[in-house]
């Protein structure tokens, strides 16, 4: 094989495995990387390695051996200023009632954009009860460590304002230790972002997505399946912020850009455009607030310790809590939903399908089949799964909350009017446990309050 088509080999494997590009200027780099990865094996095994297995090491290895990894605290202020005084505020109202925000940094390199934004926000967002979650992904691990260890060079903080250098860093040497309490408010997860990550794209989980420098390394249509995600993931009215090189041209319909005070920053389209990119609906599924109501005691089942598991996304424990107790039909419906929460939807429908003829479970199995393929993007079996719900058990108020909502997303509005407003009477007697098991643990005022927006919504 000549070098040319070798070379050409390498950059599907990276277009393939990490989603990136590298034009012609760039085979020196690549060349140099082959060698390098390759060491002892020919070049021609080495590729075959990378064409039929996935070794997460050495994805990481690859990707920071070629990615650009230069990134520095408080970079592109303006659209932090944007941030802070903008966003923050709506997403504080938006999300008064769960009083919990998340915020997702992608391609986070060692740390700097998340730790600029827990600055602000520590500053900025005084407000103890809420649950504030920081998260910065990426797929190079050697970043990552410097992002956890927090300890950086005078380069990286070299546009950070005086007042929160003195505040939050400790000289060390010639460099800086970043204060525990600062490091203490952003966690880091090791993510290749051109996988499918199911659990970080649930819909509704994020307020506010960073995806700052990273997308225009992306092959297009690479790039246009990450975006997708975040259509999926942010909440109604939630913002994206891409890096000013950056824009969704030829990549999304389904956001809208926005300029205010010298930066663009991106909100889903008002109307959704089923026509073009089917997205299951924006529910908040999963974060929960800590119950103000106990769910009834019952044999076997802790649902307290449940709740709290699954509050603090520990769904491996909430499971294993599940595997130690007697096999039963409901046992498995509490199973199927931890993994629909945590985002294992082939696994779910599997258990749901066991469950579609047992009488006391046949609802929720419908119910929870319908969320799994919703999410999937298939909204018209999910539509089926709701419907079908809705009509095994009368009473079962999300079934017809969920209906309502992708029916209004597809169009009907007079029937999802009908829906919503049966809900609305069901919500008022519903049980907590049923707010667990189907609805993510979001109070019965949430539901409440999600419902009677969504019939606002619906055109007369
Ligand atoms: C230039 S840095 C951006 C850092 C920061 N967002 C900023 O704007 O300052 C780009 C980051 O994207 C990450 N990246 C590239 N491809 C990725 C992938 N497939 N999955 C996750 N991270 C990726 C790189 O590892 C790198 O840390």
Known sequence: MNSAETLERFRNCLEQLLGLVFPEGHHGLLTEVLRKRAG???????????????????????????????TLFFRHEKQLQTFIQWALPQRQKARQTLRRLSILSVGCSSGEE????????????????WKVQILGVDVNRKALAVARRGLYSSWSIRETPDHLLKRW?????????????????????????????????LPGRWDVIFCRNMLMYFAPEKASRLVAHFARSLADGGFLFLGPAENLRGISQEFSVYYRDESFYYQ?????????????????????????????????????????????ERYGQALELLERLPPSPELSLWKASV???????????RVCQTLLHQPQSQAGAHLLLGMCRRELGELGAARAYFEQAARLDGQLALARVYLGMLLRRLGL?????????????????????????????????AWQALCQSELERCPK
């Open 40 to 70: 002892r094996r020919k070049l021609d095994d080495y590729l075959s390695e990378l064409e039929t297995s996935y070794d997460e090491e050495e994805i990481s290895r690859l990707a920071a051996e070629l990615t650009v990894g230069e």
């Open 114 to 129: 998340p730790y600029s934004l827990a600055m602000l926000l520590h500053q900025n967002f005084p407000v103890p009860d």
């Open 169 to 201: 860093f400790l000289p060390k040497g010639d460099q800086f230790l970043l204060d525990k309490n600062i490091l203490e408010l952003v966690q880091f997860e090791e993510r290749n972002l051109n996988l499918p990550n199911s659990d970080l794209w």
């Open 268 to 312: 889903l389209a008002p109307e959704p455009q089923p026509a073009i990119s089917p997205l299951p609906l924006p529910v908040p599924r999963t974060r929960r607030p800590v119950a103000t109501v106990s769910a009834p005691p019952r044999p076997g089942l802790n649902t307290e310790l449940l709740r709290e598991l699954l509050d603090n």
């Open 339 to 349: 993994l629909v929460n945590s985002g294992k939807l082939e696994e779910a429908e």
């Open 413 to 445: 509005a007079g029937l999802a009017r009908t829906h919503l407003r049966q809900a609305l009477t069901l919500l008022e007697k519903e049980s907590e446990q049923r707010f667990l098991l189907f609805g993510g643990g979001y109070r019965r005022s």
